[in-house]
């Protein structure tokens, strides 16, 4: 008698859920991307309505998500969704983007943003220490100290996470609670005790960029949207999660509004503790804060626990995310040397591999880049994920969600004209990114179609009823 095969347990608690959305949400950006925003924005008032705009899109799609998730309960997030509504090739197209855009991009951003927060002790590995550079603008190349500490710090997140995955997964527990810890006295002391001034937030900045300011809000809202990326993390544990139709909108909505709250108490903090001017093109804007609020010596304590905070991201992207890769090439979906485990280690080393490879060419540019590329290339996806609600919401037996079906369709309408929006103000004010990033979901279709055409895809084994 065959044994049927081992299944994943629905042990998920809807507590565990919302820990993941917000650990996924809280990471590089919101360390990062405010220097960016006051430079190009200039002004208090829309640099916050850019944050709370980002975080009420967050919450529509993370509504529109928990729909689709209760419907296809399975493992995957948009992989599941986009092959359901549109086919296998747009289901692996979906996998092969999050492979360079989901994973190995945002592994760059972070170690990046890590080196920089570094560059508060050792100046060398600043952004601003560039030793060699090819092109201008969002797309150059450039070689300094930070891509070398970026490379460097990949190198041994990826050594560590070839020879075996349960000490990166204890680390990972440590980290994520650091970097909570650190973010909640930070705010908490900051507004208590930092010597900072309410008098920042009217106090303007001169703009650096030469675009109108509705073109130019639609290209910043890309950096928001890195910043706020992850509302969609319970969907790729839906399989595993208890009581999904109640729990899976609770955990997206709750997580992605404390994060939203969370990031405007952060910026609050960073504008308390220095004006827009100050912050224009400052990357490491946690160092810049602390020290204005504590003085030079508790600024280079937050921002040691920053980069341990960073450094807990790279070495969760560097384990989730060469797993995606195992996955797909598993059920014939992506290069299947990536499905080959270690017989010692039991870890996917090809695919460990790959990745770091792939994020160690990413470094070689600069962080306005890397976010402009991740942020077009995810909101196409996601677009794609929400219009398909109305393909499916006439299915005989389709669960309709009462937040969705409030004012519907107005919401999957509000995130699918945010997303065109953007993807239009991004083709035309950034067309080299963007083509690049066309280019890339195109190659993926290409690959398909000459490839793995006769490949089995992953399919649905769950219905809507």
């Known amino acids: 008698m065959t044994l049927p095969a081992p299944t994943l347990l629905r042990q998920i608690s809807l507590s565990a859920a919302v820990a993941l959305v917000v650990s996924n949400m809280v990471g590089t950006g919101i360390f990062t991307t405010p220097g960016f925003l006051a430079r190009d924005l200039g002004d208090p008032k829309l640099y916050f309505a850019i944050w709370f705009a980002g975080g009420i899109i967050a919450l529509i799609g993370a509504l529109c998500y928990s729909e689709l998730g209760i419907n296809f309960p399975s493992s995957g997030g948009e992989y599941v969704f986009l092959t359901q509504a549109y086919g296998p090739v747009w289901g692996f197209m979906t996998g092969w983007t999050s492979f360079i855009a989901g994973f190995a991009a945002p592994v760059a951003a972070t170690a990046l943003a890590f080196a920089d927060y570094t560059g508060y002790f050792f100046p060398v590995f600043k952004q601003s220490n560039i030793y060699w550079q090819a092109g201008s603008g969002l797309l150059s190349i450039q070689i300094g100290g930070a891509q070398i500490l970026a490379c460097a710090t990949l190198g041994v997140v990826t050594i560590a996470n070839i020879f075996g995955v349960q000490r990166a997964a204890e680390l990972q527990k440590v980290l994520t609670g650091i970097k909570l810890a650190v973010i909640a006295i930070f705010v908490l002391l900051g507004l208590s005790v930092g010597t900072g001034n309410w008098?920042?937030?009217?106090?303007?900045?001169?703009?650096?960029?030469?675009?109108?300011?509705?073109?130019?809000?639609?290209?910043?809202?890309?950096?928001?949207?890195?910043?706020?990326?992850?509302?969609?993390?319970?969907?790729?544990?839906?399989?595993?999660?208890?009581?999904?139709?109640?729990?899976?909108?609770?955990?997206?909505?709750?997580?992605?509004?404390?994060?939203?709250?969370?990031?405007?108490l952060l910026n609050l903090v960073f504008v308390y503790a220095a004006p827009l001017g100050a912050m224009k093109g400052v990357v490491a804007i946690g160092s810049l804060a602390s020290s204005r609020l504590f003085g030079s010596q508790v600024g280079g304590l937050f921002s040691v626990l920053i980069a341990i905070a960073l450094l807990a991201m790279v070495n969760a992207l560097t384990t989730v995310g060469p797993r995606v890769a195992y996955a797909m090439a598993r059920n014939g979906a992506f290069f299947s040397v990536a499905a080959k485990v270690?017989?010692?280690?039991?870890?996917?080393?090809?695919?460990?591999?790959?990745?770091?490879?792939?994020?160690?060419?990413?470094?070689?540019t600069s962080l306005p880049s890397l976010f402009f590329f991740i942020g077009f290339t995810l909101n196409f996806f996601s677009v794609m994920s929400v219009a398909s609600l109305f393909r499916f919401r006439n299915r005989p037996g389709w669960k309709r969600l009462a937040p969705v079906s409030w004012l519907w369709p107005l919401q999957p309408l509000v995130f699918i004209f945010t997303g065109v929006w953007m993807t239009i103000f991004g083709l035309t004010l950034e067309p080299r990114i963007a083509i690049a990033a066309c280019i890339l979901i195109g190659a993926g279709a290409l690959f398909y179609k000459k490839q793995l055409k006769g490949a089995a895809p992953w399919q649905s084994s769950s219905t809507a009823n």
């Open 199 to 264: 008098s920042n937030f009217a106090l303007p900045a001169i703009r650096e960029s030469s675009l109108p300011i509705s073109s130019q809000f639609a290209i910043s809202l890309f950096y928001v949207y890195v910043s706020y990326s992850g509302w969609n993390a319970a969907t790729y544990i839906a399989e595993e999660l208890r009581d999904p139709i109640r729990n899976l909108p609770l955990a997206l909505a709750i997580g992605t509004g404390i994060v939203t709250v969370l990031f405007l």
């Open 342 to 364: 270690d017989p010692q280690w039991r870890t996917p080393v090809p695919a460990i591999l790959m990745q770091a490879s792939v994020a160690m060419l990413m470094t070689l």
